[in-house]
């Protein structure tokens, strides 16, 4: 009896500190003040050894290969910060970590410091809910980590983190990533999403480092644009995204997706904003009354 108490006391600690937390980044003068997010993404390796193994035992009844054997091979994440009064937020990496620099649990101890420092930071992914989030969880409980607060609410509704294909389906069928950007116009998935995981299986992680990049690079401007029409944060979209691909190419020069694809299409859209009178879009150029704009 007495440890069931026991267990009951910590269960009502916990969703008291929980709710603590929760009121602490949605009120009070700092609340209203800033809204931070973390913006990741990742790429996986199936673990096909310990797969077979469990096949084995298992026989006829194992289920296929799916998320307990995923190991990430590969993660990139942008902190944004919005505060108020600022066209636009201030602006930490994107990083990005892949096997090629080290393990599994690197990988994940890289991202997990990113949000303890943070951990006001909503954590946003793109679908993490349905494969993200229970891998880092697996990590974690494999290899003795101390999940960061972002990760403890096991609910899919925590306030601590967004899966913004949720939020932004709502009762909509779910969207890929480079679906529902191509519908907004914004540039994501240089490599098809089905052949990213051969090239992480072949250890070619040029394209994959890419292919990490972009897609958080893809839902943190999504993630932008979500908030900003929810009222939920306050700030100039052209000087966001400049904001955003710039980062980008400080960080990690070297991205030809940056520099190629999404340099260009942000200063498209800044020469559009800066054009008057109607504004005809013809291919790669935008056009008015004689006068191109590449």
Known sequence: MTNQSDRMDKLV????????????????EEGRSTRSLIVADFEFLW?????HGYKTQEGKDAAPIRWPFDRIAASSWIALNFVAGEKSPRIEGPFIRTMEDGNEVGIVESLFEALRADPRASFVTWGGEFRD?????????????????????????????????????????NAHLGEYAAALSIPAKPIAASSIGKLVERGEWTPVREQCLADTLATALLAVRHWVALGQITC???????AIVDAAHAAQPNSEFVTRTLKPWVRARHARSR??????????SVIREGETVT
């Not at 500190?17 to 009121?23: E, G, K, L, P, V």
């Not at 673990?47 to 797969?51: E, F, G, L, Y």
């Not at 990590?139 to 306030?159: D, F, K, V, Y």
């Not at 100039?236 to 400049?242: F, G, H, I, N, V």
């Open 13 to 28: 600690q916990d969703l008291e500190q929980q709710a603590r937390s929760f009121a602490a980044r949605n009120s009070g």
């Open 133 to 173: 989030l229970p891998v880092l969880r697996r990590c974690a409980t494999e290899n003795g980590l101390i999940l960061p607060e972002q990760l403890r609410n096991l609910s899919p509704h925590a306030g601590e983190r967004v899966d913004l294909c949720r939020a932004v389906a709502g009762l909509a069928d």
């Open 47 to 51: 673990d096909r050894s310990r797969h």
């Open 275 to 284: 054009l008057k009178g109607s504004v005809y879009h013809a291919a790669d």
């Open 236 to 242: 100039d979209q052209m000087a966001t995204d400049l």
